[in-house]
């Protein structure tokens, strides 16, 4: 009787590994730029011809290899990474399988050429994929090492027709090489196409110069309108820049994400990232960022994805609410510039900040608005200092438009003129962030002065943001108030989703929710939110379970809440084409300047916007 199952043929068997690790030229140079970091190199070099598909050439300068070890690196899952199990659980290379190099030389023409310290010469390895038979010879070779791989594919037509244009392949090939640029700035890369220089990028010690790598590959405008964020927590570090809201992307193409020096794309943190944005960015946009996350290697598993773009965290949770922590704390503190140079750049150090007192949400009230010292005036030094505006600190909401009148007119009988009073702050440069109201604009904009130049406020999307703030306070301080639901509510569910509603007992509580499990697939909502006693109560609860499922913990009710509060602060935010006076405008500028998230309105939309003087002397062709 013949037997039906046999053994593959080493090349069979390479050439089906390389379907899942070789992909595209791209594919091959990711594993090759892996390899020479781990070799921890210092300068990679990179070229490519007619996109990687007709020649791929890296060189590095690392540690090298072995004559003894060069023909066994061609083998399969020959590897000096790892070594044991407990290497395996705790990975700290990049490349750990020992798949890439026989993949990649069953489906091409592979020169491997290396040189170590105290060998007399460098040692070259060449294999074609139809016998993968290997000839090792002596050559001419620095310390470090350099793979050519030459005609992809060679040896199966099939994949080589999935190819694409000459210029997508090579575009997927740069997008690997900037993403390795992003997560090594201590490591100097090159990249040459078709013998014409497209990046050469030196190493990057300081925060300054890695900005500068960082503008080269994602653009200068995402550096000029980022955010430098740096936060720590017991085991965890993350830093990096995130994207002003209103640097917002279309696409999700500007997102990167490093996990212990690896780049990936992992749907908790995507989750935790938009969850982070959700109040601040409109719909249908993607925020742009470069983050990177770090912590112990033995604390997440790499080894969940063929090409290692996918990782595991073995507490999910605590990842994920650490990054939306961060995350929604730098963007709330996103306020406009101070003359003294706070605002954003003085974002960029997190640490100090945490050690900081609490203020805004964390403490359910808003900080009082440091009141601008006029001090004396330019032009009469002997001038006694003026008094503070009764509206100083004070909210819009706080005075009437009659008692704001009533206000203006004391102030004015006893200092002179108001705009008098703030042109002097203004030549002084004692200035607010968005200065003094000049005038509204068809009942809709603020016109105002500031140090910079002009700025133009939406008044209703400000006053919007501003109302909406205070009811999230409001609401945060009085808590989630709970329903009963007088005839229970029956959902049919999975095994595993029941299983989470009698484990989770407690959080689904903190919801304010009451659920009891009725059978093996069966639950029963006894209570609900009363905000949302209304609402679709069986697609309301399937949704958290869903989030409690996947990412460990769900932020629905705090969404749905959100979405009320933010329709009734829409409401009742200041109309347009109502008219206010300089009083009413400037307060409604000092509570912007207090108020956490105030760039944009509840619906991600801009709330006011600088035009300097070089900008404006530019519409009038001033001084060219």
Not at 176 to 199: G, M, Y
Not at 319 to 340: C, G
Not at 465 to 490: D, N, T
Request: aromatic fraction near 6%.
């Amino acid at each position: 009787m013949i037997a039906k199952i046999h053994q593959l043929s080493p090349r069979l068997a390479n050439q089906i590994a390389a379907g899942e690790v070789v992909e595209r030229p791209a594919s091959v140079i990711k594993e090759l730029l892996e390899n020479c970091l781990d070799a921890k190199a210092t300068r990679i070099d990179v070229e490519a011809e007619q996109g990687g598909v007709k020649l791929m050439r890296v060189r590095d300068n690392g540690s090298g290899i072995g004559e003894q070890d060069l023909e066994l690196a061609l083998s399969r899952h020959a590897t000096s990474k790892i070594s044991s199990l407990d290497d395996l659980e705790s990975v700290k290379s990049l490349g750990f399988r020992g798949e890439a190099l026989a993949s990649v030389s069953s489906v091409s023409r592979l020169t491997l050429t290396s040189n170590i310290e105290g060998q007399d010469n460098a040692w070259q390895v060449i294999t074609e994929g139809r016998d993968m038979k290997a000839q090792l010879q002596p050559a001419a070779h620095p310390i470090g090492t350099s793979v050519e791989v030459r005609d992809l594919f060679f040896n199966t037509p099939a994949r080589r027709k999935f190819l694409r244009t000459e210029k997508t392949e090579f575009g997927h090939l740069e997008e690997v090489l900037k993403r390795l640029a992003l997560s090594r700035f201590d490591v100097a890369f090159s990249l040459k196409h078709n013998q014409k220089v497209i990046h050469s990028l030196r190493p990057a010690d300081t925060q300054a110069a890695q900005e500068k790598r960082v503008a080269s590959v994602c653009g200068p405008a995402f550096i000029e309108q980022a955010l430098h964020i740096e936060m720590e927590a017991p085991g965890l570090r993350l830093w990096g820049w995130v994207g002003l809201p209103t640097f917002s992307r279309s696409q999700m193409d500007l997102q990167y994400f490093f996990v212990n020096g690896r780049v990936v794309r992992d749907k908790l943190v995507g989750h935790a990232v938009r969850q982070a944005y959700r109040d601040v960015l409109y719909h249908g946009r993607h925020p742009a960022f470069v983050l990177y996350l770090e912590l112990e290697s033995a604390n997440v598993d790499v080894n969940v994805h063929p090409t290692k773009s996918e990782v595991r965290f073995r507490d999910g949770r605590l990842v994920h609410d650490f990054i939306f922590r961060s995350l929604h704390k730098a963007l709330a503190q996103v306020r406009p510039e101070t003359p003294t140079g706070g605002g954003i750049e003085q974002l960029g150090v997190m640490q100090e900040q945490a050690a900081m007192p609490a203020q805004g949400l964390e403490t359910g009230v808003f900080a009082g608005q440091t009141q601008v010292d006029l001090g004396q005036t330019a032009g009469n030094p002997a001038a006694p200092a003026m008094q503070p505006m009764p509206w100083q600190g004070a909210s819009f909401n706080q005075y009437s438009p009659r008692q704001m009148q009533e206000q203006a007119q004391v102030y004015a009988s006893l200092h002179g003129d108001l705009n008098t009073s703030e042109g002097a702050a203004i030549e002084a440069g004692q200035v607010p962030p968005l200065g003094y109201a000049v005038a509204q604009l068809h009942g809709i904009y603020i016109v105002s002065e500031n140090a910079k130049g002009l700025i133009l406020v939406d008044m209703h999307a400000a006053h919007e943001r501003i109302v909406y703030e205070k009811m999230k306070i409001s609401w945060a301080q009085q808590g989630i108030k709970a329903q009963p639901l007088l005839v229970p509510i029956s959902i049919a569910v999975s095994s595993r989703e029941a299983d989470q509603v009698e484990t989770q007992q407690e959080l689904f509580a903190e919801l304010g929710f009451v659920i009891d499990r009725a059978g093996s697939e069966n639950i029963l909502v006894r209570q609900v939110p009363s905000l949302l006693q209304h609402a679709n109560v069986e697609q309301l609860v399937r949704d958290v379970l869903a989030d409690v499922v996947t990412y460990g913990s769900s932020d629905r009710i705090r969404a749905a809440h959100n979405e009320l509060l933010g329709t009734m602060a829409c409401h009742g935010a200041v109309r347009a084409n109502r008219r206010l006076n300089h009083v009413e405008m400037n307060a409604l500028l000092r509570d912007m300047e207090i108020t956490e998230r105030s760039g944009q309105c509840n619906h991600g939309r801009p709330t006011w916007t600088q035009l300097s003087l070089s900008e404006l002397d530019k519409l009038f062709m001033r001084g060219q």
